[in-house]
């Protein structure tokens, strides 16, 4: 079994999502996974796919306030259903939502 690179684990959640691409074209899609330092999300349809840097919109479940997170991530995965992003330059309001979402089965109280 290969060794898990990972430093924060993967929790399987399904959460409304938008790709933006370098070139501004917007991609419906769904999150299967997501830890502190990345996320699979899964594409409907047929290409072009994005590549490079890309922005991720996140519909989080416990943001009252503004519900979708904007990240910044690195395509480091490219799969038939989808791609494995890795977050880069995470803000302040969209990391406290992510670590409330990663860790919510620890029941720990929720920071925000």
Known sequence: MPSERRDTPRIPYS?????KSGGGDLRPCKTRDISLNGVFVLIRGTGPYPTGPVELMVKMPSSRTRPMKR???Q???AGADGFGLLFDHTSTEGYVP???LVFAKTRLPELL
């Open 98 to 100: 992510l670590i409330n």
């Open 71 to 73: 990240f910044h991530a």
């Open 15 to 19: 959460l409304e999502a938008v790709i």
């Open 75 to 77: 395509i480091v995965h």
